[in-house]
């Protein structure tokens, strides 16, 4: 692909395509990861000369129906504050917009703008007729065959990998393509089946696979352990069985159980195989806690996405707090992606102790499991 720090940027108009969907509330910004995430490459652009718009997508707006909820007005206000000049905020900008080189602005959700989530090629024009250069940056999105990602690429007089997109995909390639060993991946999430694809892939790659959440429980269903009425899949049992006979893949012996998930809820530590009817297993129990603990601390190299539990409330994050302190320790080199991670890498406070976290979710899964992603796939077309 080529690479933005490749391509004369002075003078140039440059169209910079960023990931900068952030939470959101009472018009501020509430973590901004993703912003400092992308102020290396707009901080670049603007010192080489170029005139800079950047966009990106905030929420899911019906297309052609502006909210004021999704607007990107306060992510220009915080973006104003980390680089320290001003961001200018443009609502109206297909038609065309006025900026100057060394200038910055930031046009309004892309998700407004009819026809982005079917990739109108007469939308990706509009776009790419708005620069000279256009910069793919936002990996997070890359997985995504839309306008403002893959649409434009084609269309653009110029059209280059961005210095955070590139840096997300040679991290993870490290992982994927030749990663130091053991290499052990752990995988959350609610359902075998949104994952059947990743999972599959992985405990084919990888020496051990740890999961957690709905899938975990799935895994113990088909292993003739009781759940009760945790979150599982009982149609995907089979395929549950296959993963299982690889020998890869560590089941919990104890769990932490609640009859509800509730902020009030207690959970108790129970033996695997003492699950009650009316049980829902929240977490991990100290026993698995501390087999897992020991596997990350043998590990050369691990990848993370998901949590092990509800971690978000405290009765039922011990699992996950446990395992995020261990990854954090280990001398492994350490990958972590998807949103519920990084939530739970920033309430365990133990950033400084990952080596790359991914800004990606959908992105980092389907990279890793292979496939291709569309808006790489058009840059190397490009290129």
Known sequence: MLAMQDVDLHGKRVLIREDL???ISAGQVTSDARLLAAIPTLRMALEEGAAVMVMSHLGRP?????????????????????????VRFVSDWLDGVEVQPGEIVLLENVRFCVGEKINDSALAARM????????????????????????????????????LLMTELN??????????????????????????????QLVDQVDQLITGGGIANTLL?????????????????????????TGKIPLPDDVIC?????ATARGSSK????????????????????????LVGSAGTILWNGPLGVFELEDFAAGTRTLAQAIAASKA???????????AIDQFGIADGIDYQSTGGGAFLEFVEGKTLPAIAALQARA
């Not at 080199?333 to 939530?343: E, I, P, Q």
């Open 21 to 23: 969907n952030v939470p």
């Open 333 to 343: 080199y350490s990958v972590a992606g998807g949103g519920d991670t990084l939530a």
């Open 221 to 245: 269903a088909a292993a003739g352990k009781p759940v009760g009425k945790s979150l599982y899949e009982p149609d995907m049992l089979a395929q549950a069985q296959e993963l299982l006979d």
């Open 258 to 262: 609640a009859s509800e998930v509730s």
């Open 128 to 163: 790419a007729a708005l620069c000279d250069v256009f910069v793919m940056d936002a990996f997070a999105t890359a997985h995504r065959a839309q306008a403002s990602t893959e649409g434009v690429i084609h269309a653009a007089p110029v059209a280059c990998a961005g210095p």
């Open 271 to 294: 033996n695997v195989d003492d699950v009650s009817a009316d049980d829902m297993i929240l977490d991990i129990g100290p026993s698995t806690s501390a087999a897992y603990t020991h």
């Open 171 to 200: 991290a993870l390639s490290a992982v994927v393509q030749n990663p130091q060993r053991p290499l052990i991946a752990i995988i959350g999430g609610a359902k075998v089946s949104t994952k059947l694809g990743v999972l599959r």
């Open 62 to 86: 019906a297309e052609g129906a502006p909210e004021p909820r999704f607007s990107l007005q306060p992510v220009a206000h915080h973006l104003t504050q980390l680089l320290g000049q001003p």
